[in-house]
């Protein structure tokens, strides 16, 4: 089942492609494709494959850990305070 966002990304063409255009330069910004490479890094470590249950989490430490999904993705509460594990 699509989330609320996706649903109205399919819905509005328009705003879609606005949202891509935006990404593709925020993605070229200096330091992105290496912060990608170390989530990405992080999550072979952890042995978090596609498809997996569990996200990686970062810690307050600056580490990860293999975290549920739910879990993970909720933990931003009230006015989006980060909460980190």
Do not use: I, W
Request: aromatic share 4%; hydrophobic share 20%; net charge positive.
């Amino acid at each position: 089942m699509a989330g609320k966002t996706t649903r109205y990304y399919q819905s509005h063409p328009l705003a879609k492609a606005k949202k891509d255009a935006y990404q593709k330069e925020f993605n070229k910004r200096p330091g992105e494709s290496e912060h990608r490479a170390e989530c990405n890094a992080g999550r072979k470590k952890l042995g978090l494959k596609k498809g997996d249950k569990r996200d990686a989490s970062h810690t307050k430490s600056g580490g990860m850990v293999a975290e549920n999904r739910v879990t993970n993705r909720a933990r931003n509460g009230a006015n989006n305070k980060s909460t980190k594990k």
